[in-house]
């Protein structure tokens, strides 16, 4: 089992800044990729950034030059570094994670595509 919570969700007046976590927890043995995901009301999930093990990141056009993705591997962690924040940038975030967990002695199970229940980014005057 393994549990994935965001926070550092908010209300912000455009141009400003916030800083999102998700700490990974539970019979962790390694996590892959990491990254940031958003849904605004009435639209489809979209990817934000993604981050690999070894912090080769990836991110989405409309948030590049204004977002940053970083990890910290001991504490099970990312971080999503928000800056010039748009009122378009409204949101519900999630972290989605790639992680291998312990099942067993000897046995692990790779779940490829865990979430975290989401932090409401507002950003509005």
């Known amino acids: 089992q393994v549990q994935l919570v965001e926070s550092g969700g908010g209300l912000v007046q455009p141009g400003g800044s916030l800083r999102l976590s998700c700490a990974a927890s539970?019979?962790?043995?390694?996590?892959?990729?990491m990254g940031w995901y958003r849904q605004a009301p009435g639209n489809q999930r979209e990817l934000v950034a993604t981050?690999?093990?070894?912090?080769?990141?990836n991110y989405a056009g409309f948030v590049k030059g204004r977002f940053t993705i970083s990890r910290d591997n001991a504490a099970n962690t990312v971080y999503l570094q928000m800056n010039s924040l748009k009122p378009e940038d409204t949101a519900v975030y999630y972290c989605?994670?790639?992680?291998?967990?312990?099942?067993?002695?000897?046995?692990?199970?790779?779940?490829?595509?865990?979430w975290g229940q989401g932090t409401q980014v507002t950003v509005s005057s």
């Open positions: 981050i690999t093990s070894g912090s080769n990141t």
């Open positions: 539970g019979s962790i043995k390694s996590i892959h990729a």
């Open positions: 989605n994670a790639d992680i291998t967990l312990y099942v067993g002695i000897g046995n692990y199970y790779r779940m490829r595509n865990s």
